[in-house]
């Protein structure tokens, strides 16, 4: 099972910081004009426009370098390198 993380995010020129909890992915869609994407444990897609100011928590690093680290030792014949 993914690990999942929450997200901030406000709109351009609001105080109001919103969240998103139990995100286990995310991306962008056309990163001029798009959007922001984010799916959730519960499988929800959540597209969110790319203007907003987001903050995500360290542990999302953590995260994304553990699943490189999965897919990179996945690949027959290649070996992670040691940290």
């Known amino acids: 099972m993914k690990q999942a993380y929450t997200v901030k995010y406000r709109l351009p020129n609001k105080w109001i910081w919103r969240k998103l909890k139990n995100v ?10 798009g959007s922001r994407w984010f799916n959730t444990k ?3 897609r959540i597209e969110i426009p790319i203007t907003c100011e987001f903050r995500f928590p360290e542990e999302r690093q953590d995260i994304i370098e553990d699943r490189q680290k999965e897919e990179l030792e996945s690949l027959p014949g290649i070996k992670a390198p040691l940290q």
């Open 24 to 33: 286990v992915d995310d991306g962008v869609i056309d990163e001029n004009r």
């Open 42 to 44: 519960r499988r929800e």
